[in-house]
């Protein structure tokens, strides 16, 4: 049941397409060999092979032919690579299933994930280090990814997700205070609002004391909507946000499920090549877990 319930919610003809799009020679069931090993985390390369075998009576359908056991199974896992995979995602999470509204604004969440890894020579070469970083836009207080980038250091790129009239969360960014300011700016340069939480090494002194308890600190265009909790904001209209209401969201946005449950996870891929095909599987089967649900706001 778990494997046809996977085949539903990436169908074969989708498969095909991604698979087509990166030249992969090669029947769908290697992907969805990929997916069902991320969603039976339990069970073995064999179990994975057999269960979908006796699923789908793979030996009469074109197109699901299997590897012939797990070492097949793993050197076609490699010639498949992370491309179709995150292909697959671009076609199934969109940035406008961000339905959440606060006034005139689209509530996203950011979240970030980072990936310890084996210190090879091609993880290090490639990231700069045994470390990859999995930067995640969600729709607020759901668990529905909207678009995901995994990069060696923090992802700022999010160009047609992020505009005019979105108002971005993100809970404790472990950035140095020069490089938070930096990526400050590059989120607010695509045009969204944010509400961010920050760390204790970034000084907030109060410049500019507003009506409803918060202020503006330096640089000016950052209001502090509550300096316990390290909230700052772009929104410096105290009228047109009120501070209480977007604390109020920033504490309300936990409902939402993240992609990754921690904010460091161990994986034990030995490539780049086989750690992004891990990261985009585990991207899918969240997808397949979690429906879309909506929050609505009054």
């Given at each position: 049941?778990?494997?046809?319930?996977?085949?539903?919610?990436?169908?074969?003809?989708?498969?095909?397409?991604?698979?087509?799009?990166?030249?992969?020679?090669?029947?769908?069931?290697?992907?969805?060999?990929?997916?069902?090993?991320?969603?039976?985390?339990?069970?073995?390369?064999?179990?994975?092979?057999?269960?979908?075998?006796?699923?789908?009576?793979?030996?009469?359908?074109?197109?699901?032919?299997?590897?012939?056991?797990?070492?097949a199974l793993a050197q076609a896992h490699q010639r498949l690579g992370p491309g179709p995979l995150k292909s697959l995602f671009g076609r199934l999470c969109h940035a406008d299933?961000?339905?959440?509204?606060?006034?005139?604004?689209?509530?996203?969440?950011?979240?970030?994930?980072?990936?310890?890894?084996?210190?090879?020579?091609?993880?290090?070469?490639?990231?700069?280090?045994?470390?990859?970083?999995?930067?995640?836009?969600?729709?607020?207080?759901?668990?529905?990814?909207?678009?995901?980038?995994?990069?060696?250091?923090?992802?700022?790129?999010?160009?047609?997700?992020?505009?005019?009239?979105?108002?971005?969360?993100?809970?404790?960014?472990?950035?140095?205070?020069?490089?938070?300011?930096?990526?400050?700016?590059?989120?607010?340069?695509?045009?969204?609002?944010?509400?961010?939480?920050?760390?204790?090494?970034?000084?907030?002194?109060?410049?500019?004391?507003?009506?409803?308890?918060?202020?503006?600190?330096?640089?000016?265009?950052?209001?502090?909507?509550?300096?316990?909790?390290?909230?700052?904001?772009?929104?410096?209209?105290?009228?047109?946000?009120?501070?209480?209401?977007?604390?109020?969201?920033?504490?309300?946005?936990?409902?939402?499920?993240?992609?990754?449950?921690?904010?460091?996870?161990?994986?034990?891929?030995?490539?780049?090549?086989?750690?992004?095909?891990?990261?985009?599987?585990?991207?899918?089967?969240?997808?397949?877990?979690?429906?879309?649900?909506?929050?609505?706001?009054?």
């Open positions: 049941m778990e494997i046809r319930a996977l085949i539903r919610t990436f169908p074969p003809r989708l498969v095909d397409e991604v698979l087509a799009e990166h030249q992969r020679r090669m029947p769908r069931s290697v992907l969805y060999t990929v997916l069902a090993q991320h969603l039976l985390t339990t069970r073995t390369s064999t179990d994975i092979l057999r269960l979908l075998a006796h699923a789908l009576d793979t030996q009469r359908r074109p197109g699901w032919q299997l590897p012939n056991g797990p070492t299933s961000a339905q959440t509204r606060y006034r005139r604004w689209r509530l996203i969440t950011l979240h970030e994930v980072l990936f310890a890894l084996p210190p090879t020579h091609a993880n290090v070469q490639h990231y700069g280090g045994p470390h990859a970083r999995l930067t995640t836009l969600t729709a607020y207080g759901t668990p529905t990814t909207l678009a995901a980038r995994i990069t060696p250091h923090h992802a700022t790129d999010f160009s047609g997700v992020l505009q005019p009239g979105t108002l971005l969360f993100a809970t404790p960014l472990p950035s140095a205070p020069e490089r938070l300011w930096e990526r400050w700016r590059h989120f607010r340069s695509t045009g969204a609002d944010l509400v961010w939480e920050v760390g204790q090494g970034t000084e907030l002194p109060v410049h500019t004391p507003l009506d409803d308890g918060t202020y503006l600190t330096r640089p000016t265009s950052v209001r502090v909507l509550h300096r316990s909790e390290r909230l700052i904001t772009t929104l410096t209209d105290p009228l047109a946000a009120p501070g209480n209401e977007l604390v109020t969201l920033h504490h309300h946005q936990h409902r939402a499920t993240a992609p990754a449950r921690s904010d460091t996870t161990r994986l034990d891929t030995p490539t780049p090549r086989i750690t992004e095909q891990h990261i985009w599987a585990e991207l899918l089967i969240h997808h397949h877990r979690h429906a879309p649900p909506q929050v609505r706001l009054t």
